[in-house]
């Protein structure tokens, strides 16, 4: 029942929206459907009648819900034609879309992490550095960007496959793939940052000691790491069924994003609660499966509290002759460097006669359309997409933290959020605190915070139902000690990796936002306005898009080495005081000793034949009979 609560408060919320925005519905209405029609007052008289709004403002929303328990959605107030028509088949296709993502995502995702099972699989992740540069890279690009890229090249000039249009299984594979890649490169990091863990546990060196196949443990590694990953993926159900507008836009995909964006500039009431609310009833199902699956994957260790904490995995620059890795100063470096030699150069200056000139000594990153060199522009946007970037991430994770704590109470607020895309979002919030720069930074908050707590909430089971806080419950801990000791040094490192992740999605945001008119206007040189205003040359100048992706997936890139760079500081303190062998290698199991076994894996390990702690059995003995009376093992 308290799900029903924040997708009521939205579609109400949604309901009032020309109210909080005081704006009039007649005229947007009137412009979605002839722009050329002159708003006059009788005009604008004559829509309003037409659509109700003479009267009370709560009006329209009630008859709207009553509609709804005999499934009537009402009409769209630009077509006039009924709203579930229009809205179950937009579903259907973004549904499809999604699927067809997804299978692209799994793939990626698998690929960023198979050198991690590999190396696990082998007992070798020790000493050994792991990639991220290119996956963060890939995470950071943006999805318009892939796609008219994937449009122009595979579709219009090799013309492999279609590039506009949606009339089957071939016109699915492009956009498909704009959506999946970057969706999959960060799925991929997350799994990546938990394998290293679930490889350190008791029970997978115990099996690597007992001769246990190293893909069989490499399986349930995965399988005991996915847990974790089970919300973010249902919010990538809904965010790829939901968010993908511009990719819906570019291939003309009749999907249910491209139709609540329209609605929603327009103010098409009806069209607008509807797709938001089978957006949220989505992502309802979706949140309570991905709750749901996680139980039967770790299984009866759940419940009973009997799960391992990840063991400490030592640096690769604590092993003795380890390579270091990707240092941070490798994207850091040439974006710093890009940055400052901008800043003295003048972004506003226009010269039309040199409009979209290739790079050169005079302008090493070429012109824009109007002639402003892409390096001043570029170095003087860092300051306002990096910067707000930063304060929108900072207060996304303090949020997403902090309510990841409370799964009950956060979970449907999770699924609600998360099904709203952030034009609607952006709209409402206008509406509360009025238009101007800090209202794009607010409406990104307002729903970035939803895969950090859902990340949060995800570890934080797992951990409760770790050996270890049962004892230091039975020891007399209180709850503070418990969270301050126990619960937020384990949940905390990944959860601020991930954030530090969707840092280039975050600055993307904002600008689209900007860029619609809710925020920050031209000429103003934030990054993804750069890369909004340059998209229609990208084929006669590339390198006007070019220079603001690449370097959003420096910035990408940066981000993820650097915290990698810490994380592998902190792991090896923590490695070189808790493992009991060198570089983090299991050390083999001492006869007789007690081996643990995977949790919600029965029967991974086979059972000892030593006779016990003395040796092997005797000649003529049965196998695993103990010779002498077994000493009994703490």
Request: one cysteine or more.
């Amino acid at each position: 029942m308290w799900r029903l609560v924040p997708v009521a408060a939205l579609v109400c919320a949604l309901g009032l929206l020309p109210r909080l925005t005081d704006t009039d519905p007649a005229l947007t209405v009137l412009k979605a459907r002839s722009a050329e029609r002159d708003p006059d007052p009788e005009v604008l008289a004559a829509i309003r009648a037409e659509l109700g709004l003479d009267g009370s403002w709560w009006g329209p929303l009630f008859q709207w819900l009553g509609g709804l328990p005999r499934g009537d959605a009402g009409t769209s107030w630009v077509s006039g034609t009924p709203v579930l028509p229009t809205v179950l088949p937009a579903l259907g296709a973004s549904l499809l879309l999604m699927a067809g993502a997804l299978l692209v995502a799994a793939v990626t995702a698998a690929a960023v992490c198979s050198r991690t099972l590999l190396l696990g699989a082998r007992r070798r992740l020790a000493g050994r550095p792991r990639a991220g540069g290119f996956s963060a890279a890939l995470a950071a690009l943006p999805e318009f960007l892939t796609a008219s890229v994937l449009a122009g090249v595979v579709g219009v000039q090799l013309g492999w496959l279609p590039a506009l249009g949606w009339y089957g299984p071939r016109w699915m594979i492009l956009p498909a793939l704009a959506l999946g890649l970057p969706a999959g490169a960060v799925l991929g990091r997350l799994l990546d940052d938990t394998l290293p863990g679930a490889f350190a546990e008791p029970w997978a060196r115990a099996a690597t000691a007992r001769g246990v196949p190293g893909g069989r443990i490499a399986r349930h590694a995965l399988r005991r790491s996915l847990p974790g990953l089970l919300p973010n993926l249902g919010l990538f159900v809904v965010g790829l069924t939901g968010g993908a507008v511009a990719v819906e836009q570019i291939f003309d995909i009749p999907g249910l994003g491209r139709l609540t964006l329209r609605a929603a500039i327009a103010q098409d009431l009806p069209v607008l609660q509807t797709g938001i609310l089978a957006l949220a009833l989505l992502a309802a199902a979706v949140g309570v499966a991905a709750r749901a699956a996680a139980r039967p994957l770790l299984g009866p260790a759940l419940r009973d509290g009997a799960l391992t904490t990840p063991a400490p995995v030592p640096a690769a620059d604590a092993a003795p002759g380890a390579r270091r890795g990707v240092h941070p100063l490798v994207y850091g470096a040439p974006l710093l460097l890009v940055v400052v030699a901008g800043l003295f150069r003048d972004p506003l200056h226009l010269d039309t006669g040199r409009r979209l000139l290739p790079p050169s000594t005079a302008h090493p990153l070429g012109t824009d359309a109007l002639g402003r060199d892409m390096l001043a522009r570029l170095g003087h946007g860092a300051l306002a997409t990096l910067g707000t970037a930063l304060l929108v991430g900072a207060a996304a994770l303090l949020i997403g933290v902090l309510l990841g704590l409370l799964p009950r109470f956060s979970g449907p607020l999770v699924d609600t959020f998360n099904a709203v895309p952030a034009v609607p979002a952006g709209l409402l919030v206008t509406g509360l605190v009025g238009p101007g720069p800090t209202t794009p930074a607010i409406a990104v908050a307002a729903v970035a915070w939803t895969p950090l707590a859902a990340h949060t909430s995800a570890l934080l089971r797992q951990e409760r139902a770790a050996a270890h806080l049962a004892a230091a419950r039975g020891l007399g801990a209180g709850r503070a000690h418990l969270l301050r000791r126990h619960l937020l040094p384990a949940v905390l490192p990944p959860v601020i990796r991930h954030s530090l992740l969707r840092l280039p999605g975050i600055a993307l945001a904002l600008a689209a936002l900007g860029f619609l008119g809710l925020g920050a206007q031209p000429p103003s040189p934030e990054w993804g306005l750069l890369l909004a205003e340059n998209h229609p040359y990208a084929e006669r100048g590339p390198w006007t898009v070019a220079a603001p992706a690449l370097a959003l997936a420096l910035l990408g890139a940066l981000a993820v080495t650097t915290a990698h760079r810490a994380g592998r500081v902190r792991r090896g303190r923590r490695g070189d005081a808790d493992s009991g062998t060198k570089g983090g290698e299991a050390a083999p199991a001492p006869p007789g000793s007690i081996v643990p076994t995977a949790p919600g894996l029965p029967g991974l390990l086979p059972p000892p034949v030593t006779g016990g702690p003395g040796g092997p059995a005797p000649p003529g003995s049965p196998a695993g009979a103990p010779s002498t009376p077994p000493a009994h093992t703490h």
